[in-house]
Nanobody, 127 residues
Framework: QVQLVESGGGLVQAGDSLRLSCAASGGTFSRYAMGWFRQAPGKEREFVSAINLSGLSTYVADSVKGRFTISRDNAKNTVYLQMNSLKPEDTAIYYC????????????????????WGQGTQVTVSS
């Protein structure tokens, strides 16, 4: 059983940056592909970004391309989401998720690929 705990959310102004962290415990972190999703009020949870087991391949939604960067530190059992040039439409609860031995990068864009989810961290961007 893997536990995921997100942190780093908060209230910022448009144009600011935030870095989200997701600390994993209870499993072998390097065996999991990791992803970030977000859910805004009244909307479905959507894919933001993902990273493969080694960290050498990343995937990002078109809506955040060029602004958000995902990375991981397998020694620290942590995945990060660096968010720059934030916009009000980025306001959402951000969730991290883990997919056990998932090697198909395209599948990481779908919620069903993931085995474990964190509780989420709120990001609010004011205009």
């Amino acid at each position: 059983q893997v536990q995921l705990v997100e942190s780093g959310g908060g209230l910022v102004q448009a144009g600011d940056s935030l870095r989200l962290s997701c600390a994993a415990s209870g499993g072998t972190f390097s065996r999991y592909a990791m992803g970030w999703f977000r859910q805004a009020p009244g909307k479905e949870r959507e894919f933001v970004s993902a990273i493969n087991l080694s960290g050498l391949s990343t995937y990002v939604a078109d809506s955040v391309k060029g602004r958000f960067t995902i990375s991981r530190d397998n020694a620290k059992n942590t995945v990060y989401l660096q968010m720059n040039s934030l916009k009000p439409e980025d306001t959402a609860i951000y969730y991290c998720a883990a997919a056990y031995l998932r090697f198909d990068g395209n599948s990481l864009r779908t919620k069903s690929a993931y085995d474990y989810w964190g509780q989420g961290t709120q990001v609010t961007v004011s205009s």
